[in-house]
């Protein structure tokens, strides 16, 4: 058996090892980067989520004391039986309250509560965070991966 010795064909070996070597590389590094990308945006639908529901909570919790009267300029510094509230402050000019739940981590929302003579004669408007709550009571922080959704209505 004769063995041709082609010296034109010394090094294809290397180079195909290289081109094949270039491209499971290529192919791996869009995989990572496509799952970065999918990493990210599950995080920011994450926290967006619980930015809604807090504020969900937070609509919920001012309907309740609605429904139990605490929405008077007498009765507004009543105990509550809803979440972690902070401060509940009355504006007797705009018949406005204003009060902070916080609920779970950071997550807090930002509750306002106006009382009107005319229709429509309730607005409630919750503004939910995901990362607000500060060592004070109030939904106040600031971050710059914070995100807000809010819920309004007029009744």
């Not at 195909?16 to 990308?37: D, H, M, P, R």
């Not at 929302?109 to 060592?135: E, M």
């Not at 922080?141 to 309004?152: G, H, I």
Request: proline share 3%.
């Amino acid at each position: 058996m004769m063995y041709k010795n082609d010296k034109n064909s010394k090094g294809y070996t290397l180079l195909f090892a290289v081109i094949v070597a270039s491209v499971t590389l290529a192919i791996g590094v869009s995989i990572l980067t496509i799952s970065k990308k999918e990493f990210i945006l599950s995080s920011a639908a994450r926290e967006s989520s619980i930015s809604f529901y807090v504020a969900d909570d937070g609509f919920e919790c001012a309907m309740y004391q609605n429904d139990q009267g605490r929405f008077t300029p007498t009765t507004f510094n009543l105990p509550w039986d809803c979440g972690n509230h902070g401060p509940i402050t009355y504006d007797s000019v705009g018949n406005t309250y204003s009060f902070d739940v916080h609920f779970s981590g950071l997550a807090c929302a930002k509750v306002t509560v106006v009382k009107r003579n005319s229709q429509p004669y309730t607005i409630v408007d919750s503004k939910g965070y995901n990362l607000a709550w500060d060592s004070t009571r109030f939904c106040t922080n600031t971050s710059p991966k914070m995100t807000e959704r809010a819920l309004y209505a007029e009744f």
